[in-house]
């Protein structure tokens, strides 16, 4: 079986964009795939929001519950926490040693998330350098992740190029995976821009946290177009779009379908069914995650996790380290 690797930052809860563009993906490949799967705590500390210890370690512990809770299951896929991998760091400072300052300036990630900041830490810029450390750890085929993840990844690939081109070949290439509808799903109070977990507007997502009736309240502010017609345009009906697309993902239903359903009739009972779609998909999920976040279950699949992702992290950077002559051995 090829291997898959991807993470996500406990910078908040989980949107239903990140469910829809990665989490969904994840749970779909555990099977057919030697799938290891993060929470990149790491990656989180790049901001000063961040850095609130007990907030942080609460955010890491729900998040790895509402994989499990979205079905990813610890006897077919390991789940690990990525500070408790130290041959993360090790290689992600290896890495930024690999990768160009003007590759680096070039992110727009970098450039969004720095963006009118006085202070920036130098961690969000070197960002990247850690990522590309994360997935070539695993020897990893196939990165499923959302489409706001693209650039980083064809960063990692031209790293893992530039690295076997100069020193024989180390790392594996990996492919990314981006779902065909789904890879980026808006926000909902401004269909320009994707949806986020620490957007500052509470209203522009859904968290996979929310209670129903917050639901329900943010799918009925959530913008819409001009006119009322119910069409699939995502150019000159950008909001409308958005919401037929998670409309069709959560019920597993074809746009068309919909847009043939609510045809005519506007956008209230469009909206209002699109909430109650939500609310019901969500529910078992929450329920799931009530459950196992007061286990003390999660504490053991973590440290398992770590142990099995340790054993093939640990293996890849001896070899790396043996390539670049920094081991005695
Ligand atoms: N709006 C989105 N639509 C589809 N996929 C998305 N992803 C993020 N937003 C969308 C995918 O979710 C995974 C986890 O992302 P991350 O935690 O590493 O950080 P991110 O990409 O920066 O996601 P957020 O929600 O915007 O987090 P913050 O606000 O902390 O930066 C990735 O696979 C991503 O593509």
Redesign the pocket.
């Known amino acids: 079986k090829s291997r898959v690797f991807?993470?996500?930052?406990?910078?908040?809860v989980?949107?239903?964009?990140?469910?829809?563009?990665?989490?969904n993906q994840f749970v779909a490949l555990q099977d057919s795939h030697e799938s290891f799967y993060c929470v990149?705590n790491l990656?989180?500390l790049t901001?000063p929001q961040?850095q609130d210890p007990a907030m942080l370690r609460a955010r890491t512990l729900d998040l790895a519950a509402l994989y499990l809770a979205c079905g990813l299951d610890p006897k077919r896929a390991t789940l690990f926490i990525q500070g408790d991998v130290p041959a993360h760091a090790e290689l992600g400072w290896i890495m930024q040693c690999v990768v160009h300052m003007g590759e680096l300036s070039r992110m727009t990630?970098y450039k969004e998330?720095s963006d009118g900041k006085d202070a920036v830490l130098a961690g969000l810029f070197t960002y990247p350098a850690l990522m590309a450390a994360d997935i070539l750890l695993y020897d990893t085929a196939l990165v499923?992740?959302?489409?706001?993840?693209?650039q980083h990844i064809e960063l990692t690939r031209d790293l893992a190029l530039r690295f076997n081109n100069r020193f024989g070949d180390t790392f594996v290439v990996p492919d990314i995976l981006l779902?065909k509808e789904?890879?980026?799903?808006?926000?909902l109070d401004d269909p320009t821009k994707?949806?986020?977990?620490?957007?500052p507007v509470p209203g522009s997502?859904i968290e996979m946290l929310d209670p129903p009736d917050e639901i329900r309240k943010k799918i009925s502010r959530a913008v819409t177009d001009s006119g009322r017609e119910i069409r699939y345009d995502p150019s000159e009906k950008a909001a409308v779009s958005n919401l037929l697309a998670i409309f069709s993902l959560i019920t597993n239903t074809p746009i068309a379908q919909l847009v043939d359903q609510y045809e005519g009739q506007g956008y209230g009972p469009f909206k209002k069914d699109l909430a109650e779609a939500i609310v019901e998909h969500l529910e078992p999920i929450q329920e799931r995650f009530s459950h196992i976040r007061s286990s003390d279950e999660i504490t053991e699949i973590l440290t398992e996790g770590a142990a099995r992702a340790d054993a093939v992290a640990t293996k890849t950077l001896a070899r790396v380290k043996a390539t670049l002559g920094l081991s005695h051995r």
């Open positions: 991807s993470g996500i930052q406990p910078s908040g989980i949107t239903l964009g990140n469910y829809l563009g990665a989490l990149v990656h989180a901001l961040n990630q998330k499923p992740v959302g489409d706001d993840q693209k779902m789904g890879a980026r799903i808006m926000s994707k949806m986020s977990k620490s957007n997502r």
